[in-house]
């Protein structure tokens, strides 16, 4: 588990974060959404023990990262596009990590070949792509087996096969019961994935919830026989109809019972489909304080 409790961070006379509170739970899947500037990867910095905070608590499994024994085996972590010294073979690599973690180096074949690097295991992390990197990245979080995993952009240079490979991967982290906090642009991808969503500006939290909860009620687009038949009987069920295009807009009402409505009164339904909010324009909204 992940606990920021009143997080701040102060440089000078300016707060990077302020008073920052959200927990990231076990079996689900958290994104930390924000603009450039906005605090996320400062809140990130601290969880990993990268940065102090001037106050306030950030923990993993109920420990500040320093205080963790063998930090590699709680948390596993994807930052700045995977550093790697590029003269190291990708083996190599996550020989040193183990080593130097404490976890030993058994499990870094099997990791190659999981991460889909085994034909690029000798080869210089150097003449890496950048999606390789990421993959190496992810392998080094995994080496511990930890139930915890923290990743700031973990999908940048991944080609559509690559995201695909990472979402199944983080799905199932958290639910076999592990921890998943993740950074990043790719708003459509993260929507995919993510259980839970906390969007931070100007260092606080604007919005935090599950993602159902922040989608809202799902808006139906309705196309029937009589159109003024149906908007007079779904208002009268208490909707918001707003015709649109030859269809109906229709707000406050399930799918299952605007069908069962228009078949009392007697109208052919050649078209519904509910509409929920994506994360994208909920951030938006969130982020622009619409």
């Not at 993260?190 to 969503?197: C, G, M, R, T």
């Not at 931070?200 to 993602?211: F, M, Q, S, V």
Request: hydrophobic letters at 45%.
């Amino acid at each position: 588990m992940i606990e920021i409790k009143e997080l701040t961070k102060t440089y000078g006379r300016v707060d990077a974060v302020r008073d920052v509170t959200f927990t990231a739970a076990p079996g689900r899947v958290t994104g930390l959404l924000g603009l450039n500037g906005s605090g996320k990867s400062t809140t990130l910095r601290i969880l990993l023990g990268l940065t102090r905070a001037t106050r306030g608590q950030a923990l993993i499994n109920g420990k500040r990262y320093r205080e963790l024994d063998k930090p590699l085996t709680h948390v596993g972590a994807v930052m700045e596009q995977g550093l790697s010294h590029p003269g190291q073979s990708g083996y190599a690599h996550l020989v040193t990590q183990s080593l130097l973690g404490g976890v030993g180096r058994n499990r870094v074949g099997a990791l190659l070949e999981y991460v889909g690097l085994d034909d690029a295991a000798v080869k210089r992390t150097g003449d890496y792509s950048l999606g390789m990197r990421q993959r190496l990245a992810v392998a080094t979080a995994l080496l511990g087996e930890p139930n915890v995993l923290v990743l700031d952009e973990p999908a940048n240079g991944l080609d559509p096969p690559g995201m695909a490979w990472l979402r199944e991967l983080l799905r199932a982290h958290a639910d076999n019961g592990g921890t998943v906090l993740i950074s990043s642009h790719l708003l459509a991808e993260l929507e995919q994935v993510v259980d839970d969503v906390v969007i931070i500006g100007e260092g606080r939290i604007l919005a935090a919830g599950p993602l159902a909860e922040l989608s809202g009620t799902a808006r139906l687009r309705v196309r029937g026989s009589d159109p003024a038949r149906l908007a007079e009987v779904y208002e009268k069920a208490g909707a918001v109809v707003v015709p649109a295009d030859g269809l109906l807009l229709v707000s406050g009402l399930s799918a299952e019972e605007a069908g069962d409505l228009a078949l009392d009164v007697r109208v052919a339904i050649y078209e519904m489909t509910a509409e929920n909010r994506h994360l994208e324009d909920i951030f938006m909204s969130v982020a622009e304080g619409r």
